[in-house]
Nanobody, 121 residues
């Protein structure tokens, strides 16, 4: 059994900052990619940032230069630093990870429950 638990969301004014965290726990042999998605009401779910094993990162155009994804592999934790937040960043932010529970097993995709980010004055 694997769990992903996000935290760090909240209400922030435009121009403000937040740091989201996602902790993976349970039967974990190794983690491949870890990603942040967001889903706003009335919009498609969007891949915000991607952290591939080995240090490669990628970002949606809408957040480049404002958001930074990072990982602490020793703690199985993913972070998303968000700066210069805008009202259009308001969404439920989800963590997703590819996790192997054994050396021989394939990576399986797991999702967290999400943490709400609201940017409003």
């Amino acid at each position: 059994q694997v769990q992903l638990v996000e935290s760090g969301g909240g209400l922030v004014q435009p121009g403000g900052s937040l740091i989201l965290s996602c902790v993976a726990s349970g039967s974990i042999f190794s983690i491949t990619a870890m990603r942040w998605y967001r889903h706003a009401p009335g919009k498609e779910r969007e891949l915000v940032a991607d952290s591939i094993s080995g240090g490669t990162t990628a970002y949606a155009e809408s957040v480049k230069g404002r958001f930074t994804i990072s990982r602490d592999n020793a703690k199985n934790t993913l972070y998303l630093q968000m700066h210069s937040l805008r009202p259009e960043d308001t969404a439920l932010y989800y963590c997703q990870a590819g996790i192997r529970s054994s050396r021989a097993g394939p990576p399986m995709a797991y999702w967290g429950q999400g943490t709400q980010v609201t940017v409003s004055s």
